[in-house]
Every structure is written in C-alpha cells, then in structure tokens.
C-alpha cells in the first residue's frame, strides 16, 4: 500500500491517494484537489468521502466527470452534496454510492470498509483499508472533530468515542487535518473528551 496526501484550500484539508494493488482510490478531494489528484494517479477505481462538509468534497464533480469512477459517501450526509448547507457555494456533486452504517466493499479486489463515527455531522465515518484508518474529522493527532456545527452532535461523538474506544486492533491513522496517529495514542484520550463534551 502507497498513500499519498496533499493538504488543499485555506482549511488545509488533507486530499488522499491509496494505492492499493496499482489501483487508486481518491479520499476527501477539498478545494482544488482536482490537478494535484490527475498528476498522482495511475488506475483511478473510486472516489470516497468520510463526511460531507465542503472543504472535504469540493472537488468531487471535477473528478467524477474527468475520471468516471463511482463516488462513494454516508449515507446521511449525502443532502451536504447537492444543498451546500454552508453557504460556500461548494460544486454540486452526485453520489453513486450510499454508504449505510458500518459497511463493506471490494472493487477488483481492493477491500475497505467505511465505520460510522457520527457526531461531526450526521453519518460521519472513517475509511479502514487493512490497518490504516482515513479518519476523516472524526480523530485528530491530539484532537476529535468538533460538534458545534449545524448538523453536528456532541451526544453522537460520545457514542462513537466509547464505540471507537472498545476495538481492542491498533490502526495507523491518517485525519483529514494535520499529521497521522495512531488509534491506541489517541484512544488514552477518549474519556477525557467525553467528560469535556458532557460539561462543555
């Protein structure tokens, strides 16, 4: 496995290519991802979105209509696509595939599973692919993603802090702002920021 990161726009949102077996898969492609993306893939299979906030989904359209590839995204926040409920004036993309909860996929052989980490919006997720997370805004180096957003809960980032808490495997972990951790690191953490969310 390969992966290749490129923080994009002004929330410095980090874009991804896994390379999996020669094939690529795009992560989160934020504000202009769609060059830095062309010039670093070979065999393109998919384009995947851990949630639906804009500086993470931005490029999707551009992508889609050059690379022909299916885009996969929860569920939940699939509304964030069409309705830019942030007022950014985010392009208009379409989904070609709903992820529902924790679930799993294989494309040419490629495996990886979206897990529901709610609370950062309505279906956020990370993205396991064998032993790394794409943890999207759900787990930071030293942070978790924030709940004060519209759409966002601190009741559902409890839930899935204390379900993230229980797996018991360690998992590289590559967020969608700053620099990678690792699961075990940050789960040592977890009961603080429950305890911070409960009394903030």
């Known amino acids: 496995m390969k992966i290749k990161i ?6 410095q949102t980090n874009c991804y290519i896994v390379t999996v077996k020669n094939r690529d898969l795009i992560v989160d492609p934020g504000v202009g991802a769609t060059k830095w993306v062309l010039d670093n893939i070979t065999n393109p299979i998919a384009i995947l979105n851990t949630h639906g906030h804009f500086d993470h989904v931005w490029s999707n359209g551009e992508l889609q209509k050059e690379l022909k590839v299916p885009l996969y995204i929860p569920k939940g926040d699939a509304f964030m696509l069409q309705n830019d409920p942030f007022k950014q004036g985010t392009p208009r993309s379409r989904p070609d595939i709903l992820v529902d909860g924790d679930e799993e ?13 709610a609370g ?17 805004d759900f787990i930071f180096d030293g942070s978790i993603g924030r ?9 559902e980032i409890i839930k899935s802090l204390e379900k993230a808490m229980k797996i018991e495997e360690d998992f590289t972990l590559y967020p969608g702002h700053g620099v ?5 690191r940050e789960q040592r953490f977890f009961n603080q920021w429950i305890y911070y969310i409960r009394n903030s």
């Open 6 to 11: 490129e923080p994009m726009g002004a929330y």
């Open 105 to 117: 996929f294989n494309i040419d052989g490629v495996k990886f599973k979206y897990r529901l980490f």
């Open 120 to 136: 950062h919006t309505p279906a956020n997720s990370i993205i396991e692919i064998d032993d790394i997370w794409l943890s999207g």
């Open 147 to 155: 709940w004060d957003f519209p759409y966002s809960s601190g009741d």
């Open 180 to 184: 990678s951790t690792t699961l075990k």
